[in-house]
């Protein structure tokens, strides 16, 4: 960082191209050791920079909408996306980029339509790769989820899922929630059999498994097998490390089912009662 420093504070003539690349350079210096004010600073200096290479304007604003997005101003993380797009000579690659990361506030503003174009965007992109396409399959099936259109939120999983070589973290994830796809169209067995693909995954985390099993208990009461649903909460309540969100929802759907089992109980009761008399 002090050598970025000392060649900003010189005084010399540097060339343009020299000096934005600096700023930018001792922008990200800046926010390692904490200062994000200096970051800010000189993130701005490279997009008020005449002349600056495009690349360097585009990662300067990139790197900006992130500074926004820390201080939870998503409209100023919107406009910096936005004006990125509307650079002339802004590469395939930095295209696809910001239209996912707008895809993503955009998803947390709720402007879902929205979010599902610029996702479809990164998707089709020649600048967009493996890995970037996949994430974006995957979000736009959470936002198809949201909207309600099960069947595709399914395809888009399902994407994800045959994608050769995908990543455990993207498996995974795609897996637990194609399987509650499956279970809100009541089709319970190929809900189970995703989240039994989790379970097995050699190199699942202890957040996939205990999503996984989770939710498989939710599948298992809904198909009427209490005890397996019982087993599958018990696992999560029990399992070491598991997310204490994901925890709390065990216990609170263990209640659900213990009061459903109580209710069948009480009804078998009151039935053999009627016939008995």
């Given amino acids: 960082m002090a050598l970025y420093g000392e060649l900003l504070e010189s005084g010399a003539a540097l060339p343009v191209e020299t000096k934005a690349r600096a700023l930018l350079r001792h ?7 904490g200062n994000s004010d200096r970051e800010f600073a000189d993130y ?10 495009t690349e360097l304007v585009v990662k300067a604003r990139l790197n900006r909408s992130v ?13 910096e996306i936005s004006a990125v797009m509307g650079l002339p000579g802004a590469t395939a690659e930095q295209l696809a980029w910001a239209h996912f990361r707008r895809g993503d506030y955009l998803s947390k503003k709720g ?9 479809s965007a990164v998707i089709d992109s ?21 909207k309600g259109e099960i069947d595709k939120a399914i395809a888009n999983y399902s994407a994800v899922i045959d994608q050769p ?7 995974a994830m795609a897996l637990v929630n194609r399987g509650i796809c499956y279970a809100k169209k009541q089709d319970f067995d190929k809900a189970i059999a995703d989240l039994d693909a989790v379970i097995v995954l050699p190199d699942a985390t202890t957040e996939h498994l205990a999503r996984a099993r989770l939710n498989r208990g939710v599948a298992f009461r809904q198909k009427g097998d209490h005890d397996k649903a019982l ?20 216990r609170e759907q ?10 069948q109980t009480t009804a078998e009761s009151i039935s053999m009662k009627r016939r008995g008399g």
């Fill in 254 to 263: 263990r209640r659900k089912s213990e009061r459903r089992i109580g209710h």
């Fill in 231 to 250: 087993a599958d909460f018990d696992a999560v309540i029990a399992l070491p490390g598991a997310p204490a969100d994901i925890v709390e929802d065990a």
């Fill in 126 to 146: 020649p600048g967009s790769n493996v890995e970037l396409s996949t994430v974006a399959r995957f979000n736009r099936g959470v936002c198809m989820g949201k």
């Fill in 165 to 171: 070589g995908v990543i455990t973290e993207d498996l």
């Fill in 67 to 79: 500074c926004f997005d820390r201080q939870g101003d998503h409209d100023n993380v919107l406009a």
């Fill in 111 to 119: 402007d879902i339509d929205s979010a599902i174009v610029d996702y």
């Fill in 27 to 33: 922008g990200v210096c800046s926010r390692e050791t």
């Fill in 44 to 53: 701005s200096a490279v997009i008020n920079l005449a002349g600056a290479p």
